[in-house]
């Protein structure tokens, strides 16, 4: 894979030539600064509307080793004061510590530091946690604009983008059961199975809970989530996600054992307690912890260390562009078989949409994609190579 | 960016980085590692008290090494058996890379099942020692790093005094013959070194002697000192039924003892949870599990107050590092079942990334660890292996396992095959 080339390898080997180093105290590093800001990337009034992907916000952690840490899933700016408070000063490698005195609510952050450890290791960070596997298959998650339930969408766009979509080389896709008449999507399932295949997976996503406030749609009972899960096995979906309501661990658990096709879940949980609770309940056939809501990078490679000996597997609920870089860290570590990409905009395939994120970057390279599978970036840290003069031009002043 | 200026400035980079190339920039991809070569052999250090059975310090030692293409050995004070390594662990691991830990268990356990990582645990030290060292970091802060030094308590096993008569038989090592004033005076010895905890067998064919022997040691050392026991029960081959257990344990509370360590069989999961539920003091156990499955049955079914993974059995300090996010999730401390002499490093650094792990447990005769490993000493560039203050070991501020080890003093003392 990556073949060393002379001048590197030679310049390994005198780095490892003072021995005397190995026994050399080590120094803890210290975090000195932490900065939480929104950037705005130049792009198009066109291909912002679009979806194209120009605004992130970005946490960077500094510290006394000379290295810095960058993530683009940053928290919310009014959180700064109080993540400087509970990091500064303190030892960038005792990660558990800070997580529990309240890193596991920055999100970013957390990806931030795990960027910088690994910089200063000089491994990327999945290899420090487990390094289970070295690419993991990418399904995109389709959500088109206008109405949040997509009813407004032809049954011929979806069919079309995941034509396109296969094309493109990807395993996968999901879409949202969304519809006021879910056998509306049922429908779509059959049409889009019909022309892509048995070898290409579709998902379908309820989350039950947050279209309430968005498209007025409600929870189903358990008849028609039981109904609907049937119709969709029939039609050839791969899972159906969140059919019920977050805080209820019974009814898919009752749902999976009466059902083929998988029941997925988890995506708004923090912390590890809510995972145990779903895998003593068997809520779920797959755990989708968040990179970000479930409290970062570690608190979700311990989530897939649980559902593991339950034998569960856990797949990371996604997201998008430059802040995948977190994510994917965590699914490498864990060996997860596939990683969401979300939320992509159709027409637009993910590199179209992320292309202004390459601006902030000095190598220009997000991410590798092969056969539909997303590579390990072979690179130390979460593997972006940030370029502090371009951030600051897109700093977003306020 | 570091380039090669900023880095030569910043000296604590430097120091933070020992094995930086300055060459390299961040931008460079990184190489993967592959292990060219693993092996094990024993190290034989010359005994100066002769053959003296009273004479408990460690002088032989079992060895794992990993070698790498990074130009980096890993070494751990465990031993992998040479026809395990040959048939196992060499196909398994030389040209694969160092850091895909997971995958290798992943294969070990596929091609052995779930039994098939214990095998390795020694070899799996070594190569986080590699790991550590090329990062420049203690393995412990690569693991989500938690705290830089674990409360230790002494288990202290006497030696049979009819073995040293030449007489032994089995159930000796029963401590029968050993007097209660004897493990109290250690006690004492112990608590006045700072070391505030000490662990002994609860073997003696009366289960209420042990009980009256943890009364005279609480009267010795007064309140405060922290007396564990350890019942192993499949170790003095016989298991006390459950009425035994429960008086023990009421005996036990009345002492004010810690806790009671695997009161049943080892792979009992229903009869200590009954226990526990019952009594106050502490049931604890766990050494014997060999993998993070019968981990969660034990936390499902609450069988133990603390889960106790031995890093050795359950297949490495990254199983073990699993197993205590297990116990972290169902709110379970998690301490490690110990070791001796230098084979600790790899459980004082899976011990300090771990949430939940308070203690670190050192086996071993009526000695302190510190006389346990003096002769170690040698085998180093450092004058002790780990330092004690205040009875905690503290994590060595050095990469890897933390063992500054003397590679001419290696060569010297290795035992011909």
């Known amino acids: 894979m990556l073949k060393p080339t002379r001048r590197k390898f030679l310049g390994y080997s005198a780095g490892f030539g003072a021995v005397q180093a190995l026994h050399a105290a080590v120094k803890p590093v210290r975090i000195t600064d932490v900065d939480v800001f929104a950037i705005s990337i130049p792009a198009s009034e066109a291909a912002v509307a679009a979806g194209v992907q120009n605004r992130y916000v970005v946490a960077k952690v500094v510290t006394d080793a000379g290295v810095t840490g960058y993530s683009f899933a940053g928290p919310p700016l009014s959180a700064l004061g109080l993540v400087r408070e509970a990091l500064i000063g303190k030892d960038l490698f005792n990660v558990n510590v800070q997580l529990q005195n309240g890193l596991w609510q920055w999100g970013g952050v957390e990806h931030a530091v795990w960027d910088a450890i690994g910089k200063i290791a000089k491994r990327p960070v999945y290899q420090l946690l487990g390094g289970a596997s070295d690419r993991v298959t990418a399904y995109l998650t389709c959500v088109w604009k206008g109405a949040a339930d997509q009813s407004q969408v032809s049954f011929d766009d979806q069919v079309a983008m995941a034509v396109k979509i296969k094309k493109a080389g990807f395993k996968g896709m999901k879409i949202r059961v969304w519809r006021p008449d879910p056998l509306d999507d049922v429908e779509v399932c059959r049409r889009i199975k019909e022309a892509t295949g048995n070898d290409f997976h579709l998902m379908f996503d309820r989350t039950a809970e947050m279209p309430v406030s968005m498209a007025g749609q409600q929870v189903w009972d358990f008849e028609t989530g039981l109904r609907i899960a049937r119709e969709l096995q029939k039609a050839g979906a791969y899972w159906l996600e969140e059919p019920f309501a977050r805080s209820d661990y019974d009814s898919p658990a009752k749902l999976a054992e009466r059902v083929d096709i998988l029941i997925t879940g988890g995506e708004s949980y923090s912390l590890v307690a809510p995972f145990r609770e779903c895998l003593l309940h068997r809520t779920y056939d797959i755990l989708q912890p968040d990179g970000r809501q479930a409290g970062g990078i570690f608190r979700c490679r311990e989530v897939a260390v649980l559902a593991e000996s339950f034998h569960v597997p856990t797949i990371l609920h996604g997201t998008m562009s430059l802040l995948l870089a977190g994510w994917l860290q965590a699914t490498l570590a864990i060996g997860a078989p596939w990683q969401e990409v979300a939320l992509i905009t159709p027409p637009l395939l993910p590199e179209e949409q992320w292309a202004p994120g390459l601006k902030v970057l000095k190598r220009k390279e997000m991410f590798r994609f092969e056969d539909g599978q997303l590579l390990a970036p072979p690179y130390a840290g979460i593997g972006l190579d940030v370029d502090e003069e371009a951030l600051a031009r897109y700093r977003v002043r306020t | ?417």
């Open chain 2, 1 to 417: 960016m570091i380039n090669r200026r900023t880095l030569f400035r910043n000296a604590a980079a430097a120091l933070a980085m020992p094995l930086l190339d300055p060459l390299r920039s961040l931008s460079d991809e990184v190489r993967a590692v592959r292990i060219t070569d693993v092996e094990s052999f024993r190290i034989s250090l010359p005994k100066n008290g002769g053959n003296d059975v009273n004479d408990q310090r460690v002088y032989d030692y079992g060895v794992s090494r990993v070698h790498t293409d990074a130009g980096i050995s890993g070494t751990a004070f465990i031993p992998c058996p040479d026809e395990i390594l040959q048939r196992w662990i060499k196909p398994t691991l030389v040209g694969q890379d160092l850091f895909a830990i997971q995958r290798h268990i992943d294969r070990l356990q596929m091609q052995r099942g779930e039994s098939g990582v214990q095998i390795w645990s020694g070899v799996e030290h070594a190569m986080w020692d590699a790991i550590g060292k090329i990062a420049g970091q203690p393995v412990a802060k690569l693991l989500g790093g938690t705290r830089d030094k674990l409360r230790v308590y002494r288990t202290t096993v006497w030696p049979s005094q009819k073995q040293a008569s030449g007489s032994a038989a089995a159930g000796d090592s029963d401590q029968s013959d050993i007097a209660y004033e004897t493990q109290a005076k250690f006690a004492v010895r112990l608590k006045d070194a700072g070391i505030e905890g000490m662990k002994v067998r609860a073997w003696r064919p009366h289960p209420m002697d042990d009980v009256d022997m943890v009364g005279v040691v609480r009267a010795a050392v007064g309140p405060g000192f922290h007396i564990m026991l350890d019942r192993t029960a499949v170790r003095p081959g016989w298991v006390w039924d459950y009425p035994t257990a429960l008086q023990v344990c009421r005996g036990l509370e009345k002492h004010d003892a810690y806790w009671l360590e695997e009161p049943f069989d080892g792979h009992d999961i229903y009869g200590p949870a009954r226990l526990a539920a019952e009594v106050d003091i502490l049931i604890t156990g766990g050494e014997l599990a060999k993998s993070t499955y019968e981990f969660v049955e034990f936390l499902v079914n609450k069988t133990y107050d603390v889960v106790q993974p031995d890093t050795r059995i359950c297949g490495g300090i990254w199983m073990a590092r699993k197993i205590s996010m297990l116990a972290e999730a169902f709110g379970v401390p998690c301490i490690q079942h110990g070791t001796a002499s230098l084979a600790l490093a790899g459980y004082v650094q899976a011990g300090c990334a771990m949430a939940n792990c308070e203690w670190q447990e050192i086996i071993g005769s009526p000695n302190l660890p510190q006389e346990q490993w003096e002769p170690a000493r040698k085998l180093l560039h450092t004058d002790e292996p780990f330092l004690i203050k205040d009875g905690f070991v503290l994590l060595p501020d050095l990469p890897g396992l933390g063992l500054a080890l003397n590679e001419d003093a290696m060569k010297e003392y290795r035992a011909n095959a």
